[in-house]
């Protein structure tokens, strides 16, 4: 079985500041794991990927997320956010063969002005 | 982007009647999946398929019926709607387990 724990519901922060989103996950096998990001109104679109190789994975976008093996985590983060950031953020695993990928239940994250 | 469109879009519907969702995919994608989106749950999955005629139940699966008669529709259906069943519903495919699942739009059901 695989789990995903996305520790904040809300993050609040102020335009240019940085922000962290946490996502911890767990399964038995293997995993590949995937950030996706829905603005208000909109269905979910990929922020990021990691399958394998490198454990620093980053999006078009100035997001980044490290993948942590002994921690489990799988952290999104961004050095200085914009008011178009504002969005609810979702960590996602599938592992091995499962072809089901298992959500968190999202951070929001509103840039405040 | 993938090319993911949910019909309706939108939909009103009273206690007990039937409701069909449709998804519709031009990728080739051989998973398919249906997720509710409900405020303080995330998404949570109700049925998906691994391909047509093959398909198998998610953690939300009561009243809800799912079919796959071809490799680009997947079509949800509501037996008998329930006020419990207003929400956001989520289509969304994938070619493998390492792949990008893409999303549709989104379907706004309320039941009345």
């Known amino acids: 079985a695989q789990s995903v724990t996305q520790l904040d519901s809300q993050v609040p922060v102020f335009e240019e500041a940085p922000v962290e989103l946490r996502c911890n996950y767990s399964?038995?096998?293997?995993?590949?794991l995937f950030w996706y990001v829905q603005y208000p109104n909109q269905g979910l679109q990929l922020l990021l990927k990691?399958?394998?190789?490198?454990?620093l994975v980053e999006s078009i976008n100035g997001f980044e997320a490290e993948f942590n093996k002994s921690q489990t985590s799988f952290h999104l983060r961004k050095p200085s956010v914009h008011i178009s950031d504002t969005a609810e953020y979702f960590c996602?695993?599938?592992?091995?063969?499962?072809?089901?990928?298992?959500f968190g239940k999202g951070t929001l994250l509103t840039v405040n002005p | 982007d993938a090319g993911i469109t949910q019909s309706p879009r939108h939909k009103v519907t009273e206690t007990g009647t039937p409701v069909t969702l449709r998804c519709h995919q031009t990728?080739?994608?051989?998973?398919m999946y249906w997720y509710r989106q409900d405020p303080g749950h995330g998404l949570r999955l109700i049925h998906y398929?691994?391909?047509?005629?093959?398909?198998d139940k998610g953690e939300v699966s009561d009243g809800y019926s799912v079919s796959r008669s071809k490799t680009e529709d997947f079509l949800l259906t509501l037996e008998s709607a329930t006020s419990s069943q207003t929400s956001v519903y989520f289509c969304?495919?994938?070619?493998?387990?390492?792949?990008?699942?893409?999303f549709g739009p989104g379907t706004r059901l309320l039941v009345l």
């Open positions: 969304a495919s994938r070619q493998d387990p390492s792949a990008t699942q893409y």
């Open positions: 399964s038995s096998v293997s995993v590949y």
């Open positions: 990691y399958l394998s190789g490198s454990t």
């Open positions: 996602a695993v599938s592992g091995g063969s499962n072809y089901k990928l298992t």
């Open positions: 990728e080739n994608h051989r998973y």
């Open positions: 398929s691994y391909g047509v005629k093959d398909t």
